[in-house]
């Protein structure tokens, strides 16, 4: 066990300079000049991207309910079958009709379940499961 918390001291270490290095060029590079300029021209041009391609799709649907045409030059028209319900009548028809569209939500169950009696849960079990812990630090280890 001493070795390898040795060498897992020594690849924590190895592993922290890296990562402080790429940082370091990382803040070397995004701090300059050109990168900014670049960084703020691409968004612009996203932004310009994103309204164009919205007033687009906005032109196309106005002109398909004109003439009923699903294809322009670089745009098509499909129409996709959509439904509105309500949330939580869909839950109780899925409760009774179509019990594999419920997920369980197991985070909030193993909370509720671990506070619970277990006579209500029969098909529970309670057990314990040893987790090992390594601590942060592990410079004593290091030669």
């Known amino acids: ?25 990382l803040e070397a590079v995004t701090e300059t000049p050109e990168y900014k300029n670049a960084l703020a021209a691409e968004k612009q041009r996203s ?3 994103a ?20 294809k ?14 309500d949330a939580e009548q869909a839950l109780a028809w899925c409760q009774q009709n179509l019990k594999s569209a419920v997920k ?17 849960l029969k098909f529970v079990e309670r ?3 040893a987790s090992a812990a390594i ?3 592990l410079s004593q280890f290091l030669t």
């Not at 369980?104 to 209500?120: Q, V």
């Open 47 to 49: 932004e310009i991207v």
């Open 1 to 25: 066990m001493e070795n390898i918390l040795k060498q897992l001291a020594e690849a924590r270490q190895d592993e922290a300079i890296m990562t402080k290095e790429r940082k370091s060029i």
């Open 72 to 85: 322009f030059p670089g745009v098509s028209i499909r129409i996709m079958q959509k439904i509105r319900y």
């Open 127 to 129: 057990y314990e499961e």
């Open 135 to 137: 601590d942060s630090d």
């Open 104 to 120: 369980l939500d197991a985070t909030k169950f193993e909370k509720a379940a671990k506070a619970a009696d277990l006579d209500t």
């Open 51 to 70: 309204t164009l391609e919205a007033e687009l799709r906005r032109v196309a649907i106005a002109r398909y309910s004109e003439t009923d045409e699903k």
